[in-house]
């Protein structure tokens, strides 16, 4: 339509194709959006001009009346309506996290919503909720915060704990939730995104970090150590020349679908001499894991099994160290060099100053130095910079004004270190009563042309002191102007780089460095480390510059028990003279890894089983080995949970010989008379003390499954008649009942005490038992009505009875509860979600007692209310709710497929509180 010649023609009519509702309703929706999203793009087009308006044009009151004009309040050259509302707004990209890509190793994440308002600005602050679906529970991260009245645009940071919550999180915002601003339209004031937390929990096996390799194909092994069921998992590998995997020589696999203990893929055959990076992440449908990368080296000087060497030479691979002060450049490490040094000198003479608003100027780096002559007087302004560290100072010195001012100059120059550079500019006279010692002074500096300039010439000047041959200089009638970079220089002194480190390996060979630390003034000397489980480096020998080939055995004995489980390499590099500095240019180790004994849930067990109590459990446990070493013997422990999560060993077994790439199976005898309905096993694998392990975390596994005949032992809390979970609420006094679990073993006597915040609860009513009851049979039910103040409380059972066989036997159990003063909504959802048939709307409420009324209405995305349910507050209760919809509407038909907005109201104290999510109908 832009283009000369062209044009175009649309229509919009009422009837289409005999059906006149149908091109009516087109019509409408095409006229409706017409109107809403133009004056949104033309209120953005013109706050974008605006900005652009005051950038070019700056303060002046003209401009900035105009920046202030707001089309959208009726600006009769934009022929905008006046809105009489507001119209606050958020859509899906308005929600988003800090942290694209979360993964467990993440910290804290923070999540981010634009609040947008197209209309007038509220009267009142606005309420905004946030709420995070996951693994079918809603967490709220905001409930009806405040913030401040939105104008344009406002944002809301709110800090979010879900790192460890790995899958996909739905994140819904809503403005104004409880619908306190009249608006323009509210079907906008919601909306939804989706969040991944990715799982990423892999480890390198083979080959070893910076190890070398022949020439070849290589095969690449990692080994997911969670001792979880890798099936559905599959793993990426990508293999490049440098460390950002986007030279032409990438090389990328396929899906590769992991064993039992590890994901493997073999490259294609790899040229010698050249170090290679790789990395590998999860692939799981479309949840990715980060990248878990490491690097090789390809060479034929390769260490005769079973030793291996890992060596680090090349500038990329010590880029991947700890670096402290210094820097890894093609030499080598080196001491990191200064930030480079920019300095420049202009003079201006008489063609400056405040006539021609010109002005002479000093330069270093981005500070800019002004020769205002009102300031710094007309003769000279001077520079001094340590050329080190860039520390500098500036002086001016007014000559011709003050002739005292020509021996301060003369000073400021002689008590300046020798390598110090200056920076002279003449602001506008640099003759006038200069001085003999002055002209001598400069010239110390490598000036040549002083002593000739006249005065309103201009001269700028760089020259370093003890240094005068490297003077630049410029003495015009016109712009004179010189600079100079400086060079860098190693002022830091000293610095330290340390390797990423290896594990402990089964037996020590020799450590090998080669630098260029002879110059004088520099030294560089090696600390071999041992690192400890809580992080904590020993050094376990220093390796002067002269000890470059050093025999490991004595590690041996160091590294034997479990004291180190890493070990590292670091270098302490020094000089005393600036202008150079040591290199590490080459580091190696050779020594025998260990084995890597793996064990994962698909090794240990079988699948769905289900055992009678009392039988015994023989359970299957095959053990992989896919180290570097053989091991001959292992021993295979079985633990139990207990109830503080701590796990307890019930059986053990020993298994001999496990060669690399071999397995060994056993079955372990296990008594179930102790286990509950459902049980978890850990089973763990480890070689023989005299062996390590290189990857220890993938030595657990976790084995479920279910007995038959267990009783399901554990005291229960009702309130109100409701079960009550950690985490629930229930009213300032609730009436709570207990119910016992049926004694194992006959009856016998048992005494039960009750504790509200690990204190004896003492009973003033008629209607409850006291604190402590003896005597208690089983299936009583006890009754209790305890006064709970606002906030978190511990409701503790404790159940003391004497067994069939005489001994006493404690069961004790505790649940958190809040109590909240205030009337509100809480854990708003609904399930199933999305429904076929019927749904529930689970909620739970707080407050003194339950609420006077309560309304759910179902809203269809374009408001319509289809249907609304009412609760009598005989049928609520403080803390949680459940109500049943059939899905029908107020008509009782079957609502069609699509997305619904529902509502739940509640009213009492004098209040209304309310509450609105999202569901889905698919038949």
């Known amino acids: 339509m832009l283009a000369d010649n062209c044009g175009a023609v ?12 149908a091109g009516t309703g087109l019509v409408n929706f095409f006229l409706n959006s017409a109107r809403i999203d133009s004056i949104r793009d033309l209120g953005t087009l013109t706050n974008i001009a605006r900005v652009r308006l005051w950038q070019t044009y700056g303060n002046y009151y003209i401009y900035i009346t105009s920046v202030k004009c707001n089309p959208l309040l009726g600006d009769p050259l934009a022929r905008l309506a006046i809105p009489l509302r507001p119209d606050l707004a958020l859509t899906s990209p308005d929600i988003s996290v800090d942290i694209p890509a979360p993964t467990p190793n993440d910290s804290m994440l923070t999540v981010r919503v634009n609040v947008h308002n197209y209309g007038l600005v509220p009267s009142d602050s606005v309420g905004i909720t946030l709420t995070d679906l996951y693994n079918g529970q809603t967490t709220a991260l905001l409930n009806n915060a405040k913030i401040a009245r939105t104008t344009n645009i406002d944002s809301v940071y709110v800090r979010w704990d879900a790192t460890d919550q790995v899958g996909r999180h739905t994140l819904t915002a809503s403005i104004d939730p409880l619908q306190l601003i009249p608006e323009v339209n509210e079907l906008n004031n919601s909306a939804a995104s989706d969040t991944y937390v990715y799982a990423n929990q892999l480890y390198v096996v083979k080959p070893l970090n910076n190890m070398v390799v022949p020439p070849g194909p290589q095969s690449l092994v990692v080994t997911s150590p969670l001792g979880l069921d890798s099936i559905g998992f599959q793993y990426f590998f990508q293999l490049d020349t440098v460390a950002t995997f986007d030279s032409p020589f990438l090389i990328q696999s396929g899906p590769i679908v992991p064993s039992a203990v590890k994901g493997e893929w073999t490259t294609p055959s790899l040229g ?3 170090a290679y990076f790789w990395r590998v992440r999860t692939i799981d449908g479309g949840i990715l894991g980060n990248w878990v990368t490491s690097t090789f080296v390809t060479s034929l ?11 680090e030479y090349t500038r990329r691979q010590f880029e991947r160290d700890k670096l402290f002060q210094v820097a890894a450049t093609d030499s080598g490490a080196t001491i990191a060099p200064n930030p480079t040094l920019r300095m420049m000198a202009r003079s201006l003479g008489y063609r400056g100053g405040f006539s021609n608003h010109r002005y002479s100027q000093l330069f270093l780096n981005e500070q800019v130095m002004w020769g205002y002559e009102w300031v710094v007087g007309r003769s000279f302004m001077a ?19 003050q002739p005292a001012h020509a021996d301060s100059m003369k000073n400021f120059i002689r008590n300046a270190s020798v390598g110090n550079y200056f920076a002279i500019a003449v602001v506008l006279d640099g003759r006038t009563n200069v001085t003999e010692s002055l002209y001598v002074a400069i010239e110390s500096l490598g000036s040549t042309q002083l002593r000739i300039l006249q005065t309103g010439q201009s001269w700028a000047f760089i020259g370093r002191k003890g240094y005068p041959g490297e003077a630049l200089e410029s003495l015009t009638n016109d712009s004179a102007v010189v600079s100079l970079q400086v060079p860098n220089y190693y002022s830091f002194g000293s610095g330290s780089i340390a390797s990423n480190g290896i594990t402990i390996p089964s037996q020590w060979d020799s450590f090998h460095w080669r630098h260029g630390g002879t110059q004088v003034g520099t030294n560089i000397r090696v600390a071999l480390l041992g690192v400890r489980a809580n992080g904590v480096a020993d050094t376990l020998r220093w390796l002067s510059r002269d000890s470059t080939d050093v025999d490991l055995g004595f590690l041996n004995a160091l590294t034997s028990g479990p004291t180190y489980t890493w ?14 500095t040591p290199v590490l240019r080459d580091w190696w180790v050779d020594f025998t890894p260990p084995a890597d004994l793996a064990v994962s849930s698909r090794t240990v067990g079988v699948q769905d089983l289900t055992i009678h109590k009392g039988d015994r459990l023989s359970l299957p446990v095959t053990v992989h080995n896919i180290g570097f070493h053989g091991v001959d013997s292992a021993r295979v422990v079985v633990s139990v949970f207990d109830k503080f999560n701590r796990a307890r060993p019930i059986a053990s077994a020993m298994l001999d010989t496990i060669p690399v790439n071999g397995t060994k199976s056993t079955n372990i005898s296990i008594a179930t008379n102790n286990f509950s309905r459902r049980v978890t096993l850990q089973v763990n694998v480890s070689p023989s003390k005299k062996y390590k392990d290189l990857v220890p975390d993938n030595n657990n596994a976790y084995y479920s499954f279910n007995v038959v005949g267990a009783s399901a032992t554990g005291i229960r809390f009702f309130a109100d008649g409701v079960q009550l979970m950690d985490g629930d609420y229930v009213a300032a006094k609730p009436k709570l009942v207990i119910r016992l679990p049926k004694q194992e073993g006959g009856q016998g006597s048992r005494r039960i005490d009750f504790l509200v915040d690990n204190r004896q609860f003492n009973n003033s009513g008629p209607e409850a038992s006291d604190g402590q009851v003896m005597n208690v049979q089983s299936g009583d039910e006890l009754t209790f009505v305890p006064q709970l103040s606002s906030g978190r409380h511990e409701l503790k059972v404790r159940s003391l009875e004497l067994t069939s066989l005489g001994s006493l036997d404690t069961l004790e159990h505790a649940v958190l509860v809040d109590v909240q003063d205030q009337m509100s909504i809480l854990k708003l959802y609904n399930y199933p979600n999305p429904f076929s048939i019927g749904t529930s709307f689970t909620f739970e409420l707080t407050g003194a007692r339950p609420p006077e009324e309560l309304h759910i209405r179902i809203f269809t995305i374009a408001g319509r209310r289809v249907q609304e349910i009412t609760v009598p507050q005989s049928q609520l209760v403080v803390g949680f709710n459940r109500v049943y919809w059939d899905g029908r509407d107020a008509d009782g038909d079957e609502l069609a497929n699509g997305y619904y907005f529902y509502q739940v109201t509640i009213k009492g104290e004098g209040k209304t509180e309310s509450s609105i999510e999202k569901l889905a109908k698919i038949r």
């Open 10 to 21: 649309a229509s919009w009519a009422s009837s289409t194709e005999g059906w006149a509702s």
């Open 383 to 401: 520079l001094k910079v340590d050329e080190f560290n860039g520390a500098y100072e500036f002086r001016y010195f007014d000559v011709q004004a």
């Open 301 to 311: 000087s390769v260490p005769a099994s079973p030793n291996v060497r890992v060596r």
């Open 272 to 274: 010698l001499g050249r």
């Open 567 to 580: 070990f590292k390499s670091a270098a302490l590099l020094s000089t005393a003279n600036s202008l150079v």
